[in-house]
């Protein structure tokens, strides 16, 4: 029996800094509830990527804690911490295989008609349709053909089939072609549900479908609001 995270995300009294004279973020609180889209922004060096490697475990507060359903990230087992929280970067990163290894690498086991129902749900079963072979495709050979949008859509495809109970986006800066964009609008609109969601959002259109943005500033929350009132 696999433990299912509600995906309840809480920062108490957090200090973390790469280095000890140089601390990011001074004294961190934040209560994530289970469900929640979080949309993050603010100025670059503010330390949104920071506070998504905390959560994600890359590292680990140097004060206080980060819980996942009351539990402290250190206490949960690697496996479980894994599957319940999952990050998709700005660099939609592709590794040598094709399509389908791609897309099931959050869920090694998974059958081609999971890989398949993943893509149609984040919509890049149009793309991967027109592959020469598919899903069979190796992204290594044509992986020159594979767009920026078009990679990003297979990592929504491996996210969504991983199914974390919370997931964490690095939203690309870099601008996409008109048709992608929407695309990507829908494919987030379909992997939010359901999970707890912290995006570092760069796109108005996205900041605009969370239920709540956080604004940082040097390593603080200097407004917290939903984003109309904002
Ligand atoms: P951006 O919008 O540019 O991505 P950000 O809000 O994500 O900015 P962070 O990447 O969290 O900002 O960086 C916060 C601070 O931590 C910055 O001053 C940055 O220089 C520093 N920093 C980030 N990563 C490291 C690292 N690996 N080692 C040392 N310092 C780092
Ligand atoms: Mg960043």
Known sequence: DLWHARGHIRFEDVEFGYARDRVILPDFSLDIPAG?????VGTTGAGKSTLAKLVSRFYDPTRGAVTLDGVDLRNLHPKDLRRAIVMVTQE??????TVADNIALGKPDATLDEIQAAARAVGADVFID????????????????????QRQLISFARAF?????????????????????RMIQDALQT???????IIIAHRLSTVAI??????????RIIEDDSPENL
């Open 210 to 219: 969370a239920d709540r943005v956080l604004v940082m500033e040097h390593g």
């Open 36 to 40: 929640e889209t979080l949309a993050l």
């Open 92 to 97: 939609a990163y592709l590794f040598s295989g």
């Open 130 to 149: 027109k592959l020469p072979d598919g899903y069979d495709t190796d992204v290594n050979k044509r992986g020159g053909r594979v767009s920026a949008g």
């Open 191 to 197: 992997l939010l549900a359901d999970r707890t969601a």
């Open 161 to 181: 089939l991983a199914n974390p109970s919370v997931l964490i986006l690095d939203e690309a800066t870099a601008s996409l072609d008109i048709p992608s964009e």
